[in-house]
């Protein structure tokens, strides 16, 4: 097979960094869970900060596109290779580097998986909360590209409200230190807030310091059953209008229920129209107090409640939820996977509108996420085999936006803006708002070199 030029120049100029262009492995770096695939250039594996200043610099000089990579768990196509990329993976740099227990706070690799991390910080009694459901495989390098949320973002926020101080290179290859390792710091623009959430397009990150908390005492989980959808949306809203701020309240429809036990039988009830997964965390008799409040209010809406009684009947309960994603691509790998997010008391107005959706155009519409922070995942049920329902089911995206938006929501929560959401992103923002992002962008770019085709249609 030919060699490709630049190819050849990266091997002979960077002889101590591991690259590979053999067919495996561009395959295997080429899509995302976004299941669209891309075309590698190459890939490469950095070890050190070094290594990347090295990758970049050389990137800049020959006008080589490079897309950083974590774990390709993102669910919009933010990690695929366009513009014949080079993929650069964090699997190597992978460490906890430092903790630092008198000032709450640990210093990252980004290729360090999220619950790696969170086990070992529970194990010496602290707490990162941030949990996407892929927490088992994603990075944390990803998770701050994308500002990664997850059930606990209710009671705890997300991954920006951890991130402290981020070391990062620029495309051409400078490093910068942004951010703060205090508690407190206002001096100049956010640039660490700004990287947090800019999906690898501004520059790459090498090292990131989180704020980490200490673990909360006790932990209750409870699981309402509802024979009715829109009483379990009036029942987020009851809950935290009690004044009680649990730190889940996960959401899941009866589709969503009957595709993961199908995926993965942990016996989860069945003949329910939909189901609510609430966690409390803190001083066990605050917190026992509150699930009583809890059990009162979903039993005013007609729901049966079941407490998880040990810790693995809670972990069950958990695997579910975290395969419903992967439960659902099991039916249509080509499923159509949305973020919304609407203020809370709108969900069973939104709920209402899904349905009215589904049944107007005859495609199933399955409906799960974080109901606490109004924000839905949207599947679209849809095989691209069916060509015209495909073309159908797609069409039925920009009617979600537009219900989304007019009720005072946001397109993506969580999943970002990627590949796929990109041609909608004017529905959500003015020209003059984009006009300054894609400034900024510049900034940072001016040869366009880093995650290339992201963010703007
Ligand atoms: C989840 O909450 O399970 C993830 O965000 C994945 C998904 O939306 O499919
Ligand atoms: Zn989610």
């Known amino acids: 097979m030919a060699k490709n030029n630049s190819m050849i120049r990266i091997v002979d100029e960077l002889p101590d960094i591991k690259i590979s262009k053999e067919p495996e492995d561009l395959l295997c770096y080429g899509f995302d869970a976004s299941r669209i695939e891309g075309h590698a250039r190459a890939v490469i594996w950095p070890r050190t900060t070094k290594d990347v200043v090295r990758v970049m610099q050389y990137a800049y000089q020959n006008e080589v596109p490079v897309v950083p990579r974590g774990a390709g768990t993102g669910m919009t196509g933010g990690a695929i290779p366009l ?12 460490k906890l580097v430092e903790l630092d227990t008198n000032n709450l706070n640990v210093i990252v690799e980004p290729g360090l998986i999220n619950g790696r991390l969170q086990r070992d910080l529970e194990h010496l009694g602290f707490f990162y909360p941030p949990d996407p459901a892929s927490m088992n495989f994603c990075t944390i390098g990803g998770n701050v590209a994308e500002n990664a949320g997850g059930p606990r973002a209710l009671k705890y926020g997300v991954t920006k ?8 290179v620029l495309p051409n290859g400078d490093v910068i230190t942004t951010g703060v390792r205090t508690s407190k710091g206002v001096v100049g623009y956010d640039l660490a807030r700004l990287l947090t959430g800019s999906e690898g397009t501004l520059a790459v990150i090498t090292k990131i310091r989180l704020r980490i908390l200490p673990l909360p005492e006790e932990v209750i989980t409870l699981l309402a059953m509802f024979d009715n959808l829109e009483a379990s949306g009036k029942t987020v809203s009851k809950i935290i209008g009690a004044k009680i701020m649990p730190r889940t309240l996960e959401f899941m429809d009866r589709e969503a229920i009957t595709a993961v ?9 069945k003949d329910v129209e939909a189901l609510l997964l609430i966690e409390l965390d803190g001083h066990p008799s605050a917190i026992t107090k509150q699930a009583e409040k809890i059990a009162e ?29 992967p439960a659902l691509y099991n039916l249509y790998p080509e499923k159509i996977n949305e973020d919304i997010v ?4 709108k969900i069973p107005e939104m709920l209402k509108g899904l349905r ?3 049944e107007e155009s005859g495609i199933s519409i399955v409906n799960f996420g974080h109901a606490g922070d109004g924000n839905i995942h949207v599947n679209i049920m849809a095989d691209k085999n069916d060509a015209e329902k495909y073309k159908k089911a797609k069409a039925l995206v920009k009617d979600i936006f537009s219900m989304t938006l007019s009720l005072g929501g946001t397109i993506s929560g969580e999943h970002g803006i990627g590949m796929t959401k ?26 366009a070199i880093l995650n290339p085709g992201k963010i703007f249609a």
């Open 83 to 94: 513009n014949r990329a080079m993929v650069m993976s964090f699997e190597k740099m992978n």
């Open 161 to 168: 409200d951890y991130v402290m101080e981020l070391e990062a």
């Open 261 to 269: 036990e199908r995926y993965k039988a942990v016996g989860m009830p």
């Open 297 to 325: 209010i979903c039993e005013s809406l007609n729901a049966d409640i079941k407490i998880a009684e040990d810790s693995s009947a809670r972990e069950k309960l958990w695997e579910a939820r975290r395969a419903i994603s």
């Open 342 to 345: 609407v203020p809370r008391d």
């Open 356 to 358: 009215k959706l589904a």
């Open 422 to 447: 990109a041609p909608y992103l004017s529905m959500e923002l003015k020209k003059n708002e984009i006009d300054i992002m894609k400034g900024i962008k510049n900034l940072f770019d001016p040869k």
